[in-house]
């Protein structure tokens, strides 16, 4: 039977806890987690303030969360776990956020290339179960319309056996394309 005194979180705080199960609210702000973060001298607000303006609930906050460049500048390096006392794990939260951010059309316009990698990554894995990477790197070129920068590097890449022409396809490809599809439906929820 439903709890009749239940009331769902709608902010998007409520949301990041719900599908990732981090909780913004056990951070105390001790500024570790930017501290260490390599790239937070790039992003418009570091990690920290990131979870700050989810902490507040503000619409306004929410907003800026969600168009910021940090949610994509971020390199899922993990730092910032290593060193939060609290165990906020950051980097799950970011890429939900990602996702919320592309699905409400509100993703930060400096961050074009990166989420023309970022979904033709997914692409590759979502085809063959694993990374293809000339795959990977044709259709990243083709959503970027850059198709002649790095191509002197092919050569190379390929003498060393970096780059293979044909795709190595795992058996159980049925299972990925669930996960995708549980995936995509979890994310409307
Ligand atoms: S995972 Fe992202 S936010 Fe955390 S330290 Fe690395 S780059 Fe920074
Ligand atoms: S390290 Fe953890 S507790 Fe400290 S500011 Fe970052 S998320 Fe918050």
Redo the contacts with the bound molecule.
Sequence with gaps: MSNPHHTEDNSLAGKVQKHTGVK?S?????????AGCPVSSDMDFP??LL?RKLQTGFPKHEEEVLRSKSIWFCLTCEM?IA??????D?PPMIDYLRGESMRLNKANPAAKNIIRFHKAFLNSIQKTGRLYEMGLIVDYKSRSLNMVQDVVLAPSMFAKGKLKILPELIKDRKNIKQIFQKTLKNKHK
Excluded at 26 to 34: L, N, T
Excluded at 83 to 88: F, I, S
Aim: net charge positive; aromatic share 4%.
């Design positions: 913004v056990r951070c105390y702000q001790c500024g570790k987690c930017s990690p920290s979870i910032c060193r939060c006392p609290m165990e906020v950051i």
